[in-house]
């Protein structure tokens, strides 16, 4: 079940059964757990496998993909809890081959920038394919016209073509000029949140360790639920209040960069997932 309208990425319910479809239905539309945006309810296939997000810079008519990216949107490890805006990501993504990516571009990219352009509304900007690779092959779960949070945290430290021109191009229409290239290295990102999330939680709890994050260039903190207390204490002042990112030379490197950089991190009913990406081991 999805909610029609925005919900901060938290809009879909997943829903194992009948009980809990119904159960689902009156969360959105009677308790109307996101407002408005819950009063249309979009109800959708079940499907299984991994997701990947592939997001693109679009001119038009052109297009260039960045590269792809794995999101965790459930609260718990193993993927458990409530769905989120996205506990952590790691890129590049090893389940994404050469083959699915020529599957995709033919079958989803090259339709979906050629349609809007053919009803007369050319997309310029950044396109998001939300994917899911399920044993039928890959479907889209969704499109946003956005750059994705937390997956650009893992994909613009890895891009080496300067962003400016390519977003010059976009405007410009020549966007097929631009080589986009990636560096041949990996990040991973882990979100840090406030315990409760994404139901209930405290906001004003001060934040120590991020002066550790000075001159390592391996390392960054992004903000994203934070805020200065009367004091000029940083303090948190949302759900997701920080992702802390790592690169590496490969994936296992990336990601226990990012967790040794977590662990630099601390404020009071803090919580993160231990198992971001966890998959790789598999590959």
């Known amino acids: 079940l999805k909610a029609s309208g925005l919900a901060l990425g938290k809009g879909v319910l997943i829903c194992e059964d009948l009980s809990s479809a119904r159960d689902g239905i009156r969360e959105l539309m009677t308790d109307?757990?996101?407002g408005?945006?819950?009063?249309?309810?979009?109800?959708?296939?079940?499907?299984?496998?991994?997701?990947?997000?592939?997001l693109a810079f679009v001119d038009?008519?052109?297009?260039?993909?960045?590269?792809?990216?794995?999101d965790h949107k459930r609260q718990g490890d193993g993927d458990t809890g409530l769905n989120t805006g996205g506990m952590g990501t790691f890129s590049p993504s090893p389940f994404y081959t050469k083959e699915?990516?020529?599957?995709?571009?033919e079958n989803i990219y090259d339709r979906t920038v050629a349609a809007m352009a053919a009803e007369g509304r050319p997309f310029r900007g950044v396109l998001y394919f939300g994917l899911m690779l399920t044993p039928a092959g890959p479907r889209v779960l969704e499109f946003n016209t956005r750059f994705g949070d937390p997956e650009t945290q893992v994909v613009l430290p890895r891009m080496k073509t300067d962003i400016i021109d390519v977003m010059e191009a976009c405007i410009d229409g020549t966007l097929d000029k631009i080589s986009l290239e990636f560096a041949d290295n990996a990040a991973v990102c882990v979100v840090i949140a406030s315990g409760g999330?994404?139901?209930?939680?405290?906001?004003?709890?001060?934040?120590?360790?991020l002066d550790k994050f000075e001159g390592k260039t391996l390392y960054r903190c992004y903000h994203a639920g934070t805020s200065f207390d009367a004091?000029?204490?940083?303090?948190?002042?949302g759900g997701r209040v920080l992702g802390v990112v790592a690169i590496g030379d490969t994936l296992k490197?990336?990601?226990?960069?990012?967790?040794?950089?977590?662990?630099w991190v601390h404020f009071d009913k803090m919580y993160m997932r231990s198992d971001i990406g966890k998959a790789i081991d598999a590959v």
């Open 32 to 34: 109307k757990k996101f």
């Open 36 to 54: 408005d945006a819950g009063s249309k309810v979009v109800i959708e296939e079940f499907m299984t496998g991994r997701e990947v997000s592939v």
């Open 60 to 70: 038009g008519s052109h297009y260039k993909l960045m590269t792809s990216s794995q």
């Open 100 to 105: 699915i990516d020529a599957w995709c571009r």
């Open 197 to 209: 999330y994404p139901e209930a939680y405290e906001k004003g709890k001060v934040i120590t360790g």
């Open 231 to 237: 004091d000029r204490n940083i303090v948190t002042s």
């Open 253 to 263: 490197e990336a990601r226990a960069n990012a967790y040794e950089a977590a662990g």
